[in-house]
């Protein structure tokens, strides 16, 4: 780039907008030069561009501009030619989006460079940006709080003091990666529900399960109580230290994983209660609520669910299902359809046509079109005539293409769901966490110093088709 040599002022005469550029301007962004008109700017003014048009002075054109080429007729702005693209479209078409390539919140201060305002982006943009800079700040306060915990003028004092003890109890149980106590605490935690769920299986063995309905207690028996109530303990222990840390109760209650853990620790101080109720008399009592107190003891599979404190992939299936609800309604719709229309079929080609006895009824039926369509098959009930033959193969094949179609989106929430749990662990066991976006996106971009660095790609986007480029 060649800079105005010796000149008081631009080439023309007058302003920069002057004879030879009275109705357009040639800017080149990052490398990628745009030809716009100045008329483009009434209905949607550019803070520096009419600033650069007003300019009158070499000294004062290099201070909205990075360079100007003489022989071009060209500025030039060392700035992100991927945020670039949304403001040219905003100035052809009157829309202001959120790319999906660079950071939001260097696209941001793009807009602050350019002078546009944020209220001029689409609601769900401006939505996405809000939630980014929320996201951007929690992860600012988190290495202030840190240094919190070490300042001795902010511990001063009972209320400081029970929020540093809260700080150090939640990293101790909820971040296995705050030190050697969280990983020790997670391993612990992770050994119990293996305990666990060896002790249940082993206590639906049949020499136990005889004696239990004998009413003996023999010290096998007695051992898996034992063990058992060691783990409640534990387990017990665990929920009380979590709700202590917890600032709001009600909304540590009202938690997925607190709600399962209650759960799994309810059927076993209910029998106890029952046991002590009843005393050495109450044979009766106890039996009456047998039925009650062998489906709560079945609740206890619900242990393994703590497996997800300590999971990221577990997490993010829990995630996954909460994202893809929509997803799933869909796929229980097209499996609801495609039972209530192969199953009758199914019913009267076997039933009317080849007087075969399995397919007794259409409700019967509706089991075999389940089976058939998620191609399982167990082959408790075959169609054996022709027409029934061609109806199951309708089924098979129905089944697999309904099957995939939403478990593709439901895989790519998966993804992303998994992408940003790892990304938010990363960023809590950094001592200072980086502010990225997410990464399923195509490009990424880091957040701009003053002048900015390129955002590092050019994302395809609907902006594209607004672009002139002009010519050398």
């Known amino acids: ?6 000149h008081a002022e631009p080439p023309g005469g007058g302003a920069v907008g002057g004879t030879a550029r009275a109705r357009h301007v040639i800017i080149n962004v990052g490398g990628c030069r745009v030809r716009l008109a100045w008329a483009a700017l009434a209905q949607c003014p550019l803070a520096r561009l009419e600033r650069l048009r007003a300019c009158r002075g070499h000294d004062e054109l290099l201070r909205v501009c990075d360079d100007y080429d003489v022989s071009r007729d060209e500025f030039f702005f060392d700035r992100s030619p991927c945020a670039f693209r949304a403001i040219v479209a905003l100035l ?29 982006l689409e609601r769900c943009c401006l939505r996405r940006l809000r939630r980014r800079e929320e996201e951007a700040a929690e992860a600012r306060a ?5 240094g919190a915990q070490g300042s001795p003028a902010r511990a001063l004092g009972p209320r400081g003091r029970l929020q540093r003890g809260r700080r150090r109890l939640r990293d101790v149980v909820d971040n296995p990666h705050s030190g050697l106590a969280g990983k020790l605490f997670a391993c612990v935690s992770v050994s119990f529900v293996a305990v666990t769920a060896v002790g249940l299986c082993l206590s639906t063995m049949p020499d136990i399960r005889a004696e239990e309905e004998r009413g003996e207690c ?16 534990w387990f017990s222990f665990e929920f009380l230290l979590r709700s202590l840390q917890a600032e709001s109760k009600c909304a540590f209650l009202r938690a997925p994983l607190n709600i399962i853990d209650i759960l799994a620790l309810l059927p076993f101080y209910v029998s106890l209660l029952l046991g002590l109720a009843a005393g050495p ?8 609520a047998g039925l009650v107190l062998r489906l709560l003891r079945a609740l206890r599979v619900l242990y393994v669910m703590r497996l997800a404190r300590h999971s990221l992939g577990l997490r993010s299936l829990g995630l996954t299902v909460r994202r893809c609800a929509r997803e799933f309604g869909l796929l229980l719709l097209f499996l609801c359809v495609a039972m209530a229309l192969f199953a009758p079929l199914v019913h009267l080609a076997e039933r009317e046509l080849g007087a075969r006895r399995d397919f007794s ?30 109806v199951a193969l309708s089924s098979i094949l129905s089944g697999i293409l309904l099957m995939a179609f939403p478990v593709t989106s439901i895989f790519h929430t998966f993804s992303r769901s998994y992408s940003e749990l790892k990304e938010q662990q990363q960023r809590a066991a950094s001592p200072e966490p980086a502010l990225r976006e997410d990464s399923t996106r195509s490009a990424t971009a880091t957040e701009d110093s003053s002048q900015g660095p390129d955002s590092g790609g050019l994302a395809a986007d609907s902006a594209d088709a607004l672009w002139t480029r002009a010519g050398p």
């Open 92 to 120: 052809r078409a009157g829309k202001l989006r959120l790319l999906r390539g660079p950071c939001a919140l260097a696209f941001r201060d793009e807009l602050a460079y350019w002078g546009i305002d944020e209220a001029r």
């Open 218 to 233: 023999s010290p096998k028996c007695r051992s898996l109580f034992v063990l058992e109530t060691v783990c409640v303990a």
């Open 142 to 146: 988190e290495p202030a709080e840190r």
């Open 281 to 288: 008399g109450g044979s009766k009592l106890l039996e009456r």
């Open 1 to 6: 780039m060649a800079l105005l040599p010796g």
């Open 361 to 390: 009824s259409v409700p019967a039926s509706y089991w075999w079109a389940v089976i058939s369509m998620t191609t399982v098959g167990y082959g408790d009930m075959v169609p054996r005539s022709l027409p029934g033959q061609v």
